[in-house]
């Protein structure tokens, strides 16, 4: 007799959702085609760049896997006009600068970065928020102002963390550099935003890394569906999502305990540690953070924004070096000499005048930026701009920063990767084409309306002080401790993992180490 064979539990769950989830998707494709047709209609007196590609969905896939033609091509035509962009989140206005800094200056209430930000990174199905003004105001008001006096201590486990996380060769070593940064990134931030209970243990190592890595795939996961499917897809195909919620629930076994632990020597009347998580306790009251959970959540935001920003950056200046190998002797001398003066410690001023290496972190954000488009704005009300253009409310406007940062008449040669370019500005060797009041605005730090990086604005981040300064002491202990080159047969920078906006090292790449022998 024949028995009809028991269903897996979760493709039958699946199929007993598939008419609601059918109903669901007819639904909302018809509120949702409405209103970008209602919605969209407004727009249509901005020119509009990829038309060439057809329908909607067809411009969508275009920009996916060719968003920087795109801007390019919207950049060079269209320079000091707005025009619009069918992106990975709908249709975007794209802004020149000409009207960037008459947007920086209005509200909140009308030009909403927070909005913005929560939509591009998913905040709807990662669960992140961008809502962090306590969070925001600890890196400005104290993580920042503490760096000069903190500085030894990342520099003392910037170079604890590279004898044990890279290989003692003495002969050319293949290395797959990307993994070994994000735990020495991991463990250096740790050090500073957890102090001495909890950032090298391993269990909290692999869940601050693992969430920040399973996020940033589940975005760029569900970047490649349509808005419309992203529902679904977030609750079907999108297995990163159930891994960060899990990751999530870890790192709070790990730091709640801590957490309570400290509020309890807080009691006691305890001399307390000197970190990022110790400061947030001391102004959590004023600011009325109370929940615990919530603080641990903040704890691990702020180290996956670290890990995730920092680590690619400095994989990507890693790449350009190891591919420009005539720049290594130059930043190795200047190192050596800054450090002759300060007897040997990594204070801020010691990394200020690491100019040329400077130079080099800038000119590798500007040809590889992490994201091609900055300055993201949620229009909240309707907008009349000073020559007359109207941006209506609930749309996003953007600035094209990969265009902007090959331009040539900001940038002669955009297209070349010159470590010394901005050495030369700012030592006064090359002309300023920008015509800045002071050439230190050609700092990797500083942001400008040509070099959005960082963002621009009062928006822009603002831990990127703190990152430079990562970046910088890991850098210069790789310079000193390790030759580096291109694996053998190979000569050209590696290639980019490029996904709508985002503009990813490749992190299956190795380079050559070999321990530098004195």
Not at 183 to 204: D, K, N, Q, T
Request: hydrophobic share 40%; with cysteine.
């Amino acid at each position: 007799m024949f028995q009809q064979p028991k269903m897996d539990r979760h493709v039958g769950a699946f199929a007993d959702q598939v008419p609601a989830v059918l109903v669901g998707i007819a639904v909302l494709s018809i509120t949702l085609v409405g209103a970008r047709y209602l919605g969209y209609r407004s727009l249509n007196r901005f020119p509009l760049i990829g038309s060439q590609y057809g329908s909607y969905p067809k411009r969508l896939m275009a920009y996916v896997y060719h968003a920087e033609t795109l801007y390019r091509e919207g950049y060079a035509k269209f320079r000091s006009a707005a025009y619009r962009m069918t992106t990975a989140d709908g249709e975007r206005i794209i802004l020149p600068n000409t009207y960037l800094d008459e947007l920086r200056t209005r509200p909140d209430d009308e030009v909403n970065n927070t909005k913005a930000i929560f939509m591009t990174i998913e905040g709807k199905y990662t669960g992140l928020t961008a809502e962090g003004d306590f969070l925001n105001h600890m890196v400005r008001a104290d993580l920042t102002r503490n760096l000069p006096r903190v500085n030894p201590r990342l520099s003392e486990e910037v170079d604890r963390s590279v004898k044990t996380e890279l290989p003692l060769c003495d002969d050319w070593t293949p290395v797959a550099i990307n993994q070994r940064l994000l735990r020495i990134v991991a463990i250096v931030s740790g050090h500073i935003f957890l102090g001495p209970e909890l950032y090298r243990r391993e269990e909290y190592l692999h869940a601050s890394i693992d969430f920040t890595v399973d996020v940033f795939a589940a975005v760029r996961a569900l970047k490649r569906w349509p808005k419309i499917l992203r529902p679904i897809a977030a609750r079907f195909f999108t297995p990163q999502l159930d891994r960060v919620k899990d990751h999530r629930v870890k790192a709070k076994e790990f730091l709640v305990p801590i957490i309570q632990q400290r509020k309890a020597m807080m009691k006691q009347g305890a001399e307390m540690p000197d970190d990022m998580l110790q400061w947030m306790l001391d102004k959590s009251d004023s600011h009325n953070v109370k929940d615990d959970a919530e603080m641990a959540f903040m704890q691990l935001t702020l180290s996956m924004a670290a890990i995730h920003t920092t680590s690619m950056t400095a994989t990507h200046i890693l790449y350009d070096i190891v591919a420009h190998p005539e720049v290594i002797p130059d930043l190795r001398e200047e190192i050596k000499s800054v450090l002759e003066e300060t007897d040997g410690v990594m204070t801020t001023q010691a990394l200020f005048r690491m100019k040329l290496l400077d130079s080099v972190m800038r000119e590798s954000q500007r040809v590889n930026p992490l994201n091609m488009a900055r300055f993201a704005r949620y229009i909240e009300k309707p907008i009349t701009l000073h020559d007359g253009t109207n941006i209506p409310a609930g749309v996003v406007v953007e600035a094209p920063h990969v265009a902007i940062s090959h331009d040539p008449e900001l940038y002669p040669n955009p297209e070349t990767f010159d470590p010394y370019r901005f050495y030369r500005l700012r030592s006064g060797e090359t002309a300023d084409p920008i015509g800045y009041k002071s050439t230190e605005q050609y700092q990797f730090v500083t942001v400008t309306k040509e070099n959005m990086g960082f963002g621009y604005g009062r928006h822009a981040c603002p831990g990127r002080f703190f990152a430079a300064n990562e970046i910088k002491l890991i850098l210069a202990r790789l310079l000193l401790d390790f030759d580096f080159k291109m694996p053998e047969g190979e000569t050209k920078r590696f290639d980019n993992i490029v996904v709508a906006s985002s503009i990813i090292p490749d992190a299956r790449k190795e380079i050559m180490l070999r321990r530098v022998t004195p």
